[in-house]
């Protein structure tokens, strides 16, 4: 079974950072590219960021250029998101995604305020 579980998240202030994890389990993870998505309240879910099979490229969504970093390592079947210089605008729940897939984590939920 194909098992996606997000974890990281948690309250931040603005500016602040956190480290986002994505464990993967159920198919070959090196074989696909990965994406991180978003859902803030009352919101549409939104494309973060994606990283190809072996990492080497990564496309951003214009909002989190410059601040979030998407990486992978596929020998512990990981994907990571890297948040810096973190906005009340970020808070929302964020999910793993194996790319152009239904496959989906539950979330984590990060939450931006002081």
């Known amino acids: 079974q194909v098992q996606l579980v997000e974890s990281g998240g948690g309250l931040v202030q603005p500016g602040g950072s956190l480290r986002l994890s994505c464990a993967a389990s159920?198919?070959?993870?090196?074989?696909?590219?990965m994406s991180w998505y978003r859902q803030g309240a009352g919101k549409e879910r939104e494309l973060v960021a994606t990283?190809?099979?072996?990492?080497?490229?990564?496309n951003y969504a214009d909002f989190v250029k410059g601040r979030f970093t998407i990486s992978r390592d596929n020998a512990k079947n990981t994907m990571y998101l890297q948040m810096n210089s973190l906005k009340p605008e970020d808070t929302a729940v964020y999910y793993c995604n194996r790319d152009s897939s239904n496959y989906w984590g539950q979330g984590t939920q990060v939450t931006v305020s002081s």
């Open positions: 990283i190809s099979s072996a990492g080497g490229v990564k």
């Open positions: 159920g198919f070959t993870f090196s074989r696909y590219a």
